[in-house]
Nanobody, 120 residues
Framework: QVQLVESGGGLVQAGGSLRLSCAAS????????MGWYRQAPMKQRELVAV???????NYADSVKGRFTISRDNAKNTAYLQMNSLKPEDTAVYYC??????????????WGQGTQVTVSS
């Protein structure tokens, strides 16, 4: 069984920073991409940032220059450093990972979500 556990959300004032963590555990052969998505009330879930196993990154235009995604492959953990936060960043943030359970079986996993609230 594979689990993704997020941490680091909370309440912060506009202009502040938060760092989210996503730790994968269980029977993992290899982790391909890891990413962060967010969903605000009454809105669809959207991609925030993604990082490949080779550490290539991609960001939503709305967070470029403010957010940084990284990963520690030895710890099966991804991070999202969020700086210069804005009220419009308020959402539930979800971790996603594409995980190989063995060489031929790949599945998508989601974390339970962590709330980020930015006050103005």
């Amino acid at each position: 069984q594979v689990q993704l556990v997020e941490s680091g959300g909370g309440l912060v004032q506009a202009g502040g920073s938060l760092r989210l963590s996503c730790a994968a555990s269980g029977s993992i052969f290899r982790i391909n991409s890891m990413g962060w998505y967010r969903q605000a009330p009454m809105k669809q879930r959207e991609l925030v940032a993604v990082i490949t196993s080779a550490s290539s990154t991609n960001y939503a235009d709305s967070v470029k220059g403010r957010f940084t995604i990284s990963r520690d492959n030895a710890k099966n953990t991804a991070y999202l450093q969020m700086n210069s936060l804005k009220p419009e960043d308020t959402a539930v943030y979800y971790c996603n990972a594409e995980i190989y359970l063995h060489s031929l079986t790949k599945r998508d996993y989601w974390g339970q979500g962590t709330q980020v609230t930015v006050s103005s």
